[in-house]
């Protein structure tokens, strides 16, 4: 018998031509939900009839089914969603866009990221932190032996005074340059020491220098006195083995050791300050052995030392300059603004200039001019080259001027032993 037969011999309304077949929903059936989805054809037993109902109406066997559909005999599926890690709240709605569902589901990974980059890295360690004793440390750090590029600064232009003092044909006195060597540790040590307790108030409010041992309380002003006055009489052990006439003329510079760091507070030329301070070992070398002083010499080799000091401290400078404007104090980087690489580069060309003019009156032989034409080309490269406004570069650029002293050293040197 037909379905329609067979429901009309149980009471029960008859359902649409499809719907069953034998007692199961047909192939495209409609879901609680009502969306069509697909289900097999089974076959199976026809059940029981069921005792006859009232009977109905006229019509009501061909009536369509509408208001109650044929119940679904699948298990209804979930509807499908998105899942959201535990471990993150929820960013967006279901129904949102598909790069916001994205950046929903990796908030964990983001978030790591956005922690781990919002700190600042910490400085790396130095044979200062891994080596020396936890109470020495502040003493070292105060000295800059953890920073020798100053100390190689400070030592140059001795050795090159040194060196073009030599007899043509003979290595310089080695006693001698390892002797200012030392000098030039102690001298930086006590200058810095003394700049960092002028500066103290200073350096607290810039962030480059914070972390200095007076501005950071690891050292008190009374330590760092005794310290200086530690370092004074290493280096007054140094002096004590020059002649009297390099004496008087080392401890003169004391002068402009313990005036430069107030400078910055009185004109935008501190840099040129220190290049008078910084090169006076220009002088010193030459009065060692020579007990006198060549100005047709040791004058245009002191004048490219100032000029070179004016060129790597305006870079070293630009580090600071938003720092210095804020706590009101002056540099040549703020002084030159926009017009920075103009000047450095005059003072370059200067400070090659007065290398060459030295060497010519020192009557050096040939090495020592390509060995000048290096130089010349490691100083243009870091003016054409360094970003003044990344503190990051600057800082390399800085750095690199040992390379610049080196190369000046070793035409000195060659050029002495080749005259």
């Not at 008087?248 to 402009?256: N, Q, R, W």
Request: aromatic letters at 10%; glycine letters at 8%.
């Amino acid at each position: 018998s037909s379905s329609a037969e067979r429901a009309a011999a149980a009471g029960r309304p008859p359902p649409p031509d499809g719907s069953l077949t034998n007692g199961h929903p047909s192939h495209h059936q409609l879901s609680h939900d009502g969306v069509a989805r697909s289900s097999p054809r089974r076959r199976s037993r026809a059940s029981p009839p069921s005792a006859p109902g009232p009977t109905p109406p006229p019509g009501a066997l061909h009536a369509p089914l509408a208001a109650s559909p044929a119940p679904s005999l699948r298990r209804p599926r979930p509807p499908p969603h998105h899942h959201t890690p535990a471990t993150a709240p929820t960013l967006v709605s279901r129904q949102a866009s598909a790069p916001q569902q994205l950046l929903s589901r990796f908030t964990p990974l983001y978030l790591v990221i956005l922690f781990r980059t919002d700190k600042a890295s910490p400085a790396p360690l130095t044979w200062v932190h891994k080596w020396l004793p936890e109470a020495a440390r502040p003493y070292a750090l105060l000295a800059r032996l953890d920073k020798p590029i100053g100390t190689w600064l400070l030592a140059w232009p001795c050795m090159w005074s040194i060196t073009i003092a030599a007899m043509p044909g003979e290595l310089p006195d080695l006693k001698m340059l390892a002797l200012f060597g030392c000098g030039a540790v102690l001298l930086r040590g006590a200058g810095c020491t003394v700049n960092d307790l002028l500066d103290r108030d200073i350096d607290n409010k810039v962030e480059r220098t914070k972390t200095r041992p007076f501005a950071s309380g690891a050292l008190t002003p009374s330590q760092g006195v005794a310290f200086l006055g530690f370092q004074l009489l290493l280096g007054l052990g140094i002096l004590l083995q020059l002649n009297n006439y390099s004496r008087i003329l080392g401890a003169s510079s004391l002068l402009l050791v313990f005036s430069y760091p107030l400078m910055k507070r009185f004109t935008f030329w501190p840099q040129a300050y220190l290049g008078l301070t910084f090169n006076w070992g220009a002088l010193l070398g030459w009065a060692a052995i020579k007990e006198s002083l060549d100005p047709a010499i040791i004058l245009p080799l002191y004048s490219a030392g100032i000029c070179w000091t004016l060129v790597y401290d305006t870079i070293y400078a630009h580090q600071d300059k938003e720092d210095d404007l804020k706590v009101g104090v002056k540099s040549t980087a703020l002084r030159f603004g926009d017009l920075t690489k103009y000047w450095i580069s005059g003072f370059g060309a200067a400070c090659i200039g007065s290398l060459a003019l030295s060497g010519y009156n020192a009557e050096l032989a040939w090495p020592y001019y390509p060995f000048l034409t290096a130089a010349a080309a490691q100083l243009a490269w870091q003016i054409s080259t360094v970003d003044l406004s990344n503190r990051s570069d600057c800082n390399r650029k800085f750095v690199s001027n040992k390379w610049f002293g080196a190369l000046v050293f070793g035409g000195i040197l060659f050029g002495r032993l080749a005259s």
